[in-house]
């Protein structure tokens, strides 16, 4: 090969590699430093969310939350900028509505490979622009700030869930936090907007111990044999390499947690709810 070929290889070497790796860092760097960004949006079409018969586990979900009160209210998004890997996260929401209880659900989609995985929050929205959410996951946890509270319970079954809510919101109420007379989709929304921007940062800490491992090992094995050795084409073969095994990494891993997700809501969902006083997950 005559060496203009050879240079001109080289740089378009150094260029995929660079795409490739500003893409795979720039989200999590900023995610670990200014924090994920967040907005929401959506309309009030109760019709827009009905059931079409494509999705069996959102139509369980839908008819379940119309026996328990939830009236539907209509479709919505909420998109994370720089959230992990991801430049943008986008999932679907569908919103319900409890005028006698004063409560909201919805129904969280999110995209592939948490397909057909349905997320079912409740919500209720206080004085002050607070907000109390309620959800399910592999574990019960419990966070708490100015903004308001979030529980999140050992278990996926959404008569257990709300019951959970309204236990959580009696509790408030005997605290001395009222509820918001503003029952519109939009109020919930804006009130979770800016819950998350006052959290903006909070969660970044936790991320960054891996995220720096990570870098540090990829500049490790990028840049120190290629200084040693005096190897022109190493640093974008083994950029390209180290990215590409990472970024596999983390998909094979969303897939895991996926399926772990679908088997735990199809058995927890397909089960009648166990009540209070046998104590499912606390917080």
């Not at 309204?166 to 919930?188: F, M, P, T, V, Y």
């Not at 044999?225 to 073969?237: D, G, K, N, Q, T």
């Not at 990472?246 to 735990?264: C, D, H, P, T, W």
């Amino acid at each position: 090969m005559d060496p203009e070929t050879e240079e001109y290889l080289l740089v378009a070497l150094w260029a995929v590699a660079a795409i490739w790796a500003v893409w795979f860092w720039v989200p999590m760097f900023l995610m670990c430093t200014i924090g994920s960004g967040y907005e929401n949006g959506g309309t009030e079409d109760p019709t827009a969310i009905e059931p079409d018969g494509r999705d069996p586990n959102y139509e369980l979900a839908f008819n379940t939350l119309r026996e328990l009160g939830y009236e539907p209210l209509g479709p919505g998004f909420m998109r994370l900028w720089f959230y992990g890997w991801y430049w943008a996260y986008r999932t679907k929401v569908m919103t319900f509505r409890s005028r006698a209880s004063g409560q909201f659900a919805f129904v969280q989609q999110h995209p592939h490979p948490f397909t057909g995985y349905n997320q079912i929050f409740f919500a209720t929205c206080w004085d002050e622009r607070r907000i109390l959410l309620t959800t399910g996951g592999v574990a019960a946890a419990t966070q708490e700030e100015e903004h308001g509270v979030t529980k999140v319970w050992d278990t996926e079954n959404i008569p257990e869930l709300e019951r959970h809510h309204r236990d959580e919101s009696a509790k408030l109420i005997a605290a001395g936090w009222r509820r918001d007379s503003d029952q519109s989709l939009e109020h919930l929304l804006g009130v979770t907007r800016d819950r998350a921007n006052a959290r903006r940062g909070l969660d970044s800490r936790v991320h960054r111990g891996n995220f720096v491992r990570l870098l540090a090992a990829y500049l490790f094995f990028t840049i120190l044999p290629a200084w040693e050795f005096e190897l022109s084409w190493w640093a974008p073969v083994a950029s390209l390499c180290i990215v590409t095994f990472y970024r596999f990494s983390g998909i094979q891993s969303q897939l895991q947690q996926a399926e772990a997700v679908r088997i735990k809501v199809a058995q927890d969902r397909m089960r009648g709810p166990v009540f209070a006083d046998s104590k499912v997950g606390t917080p």
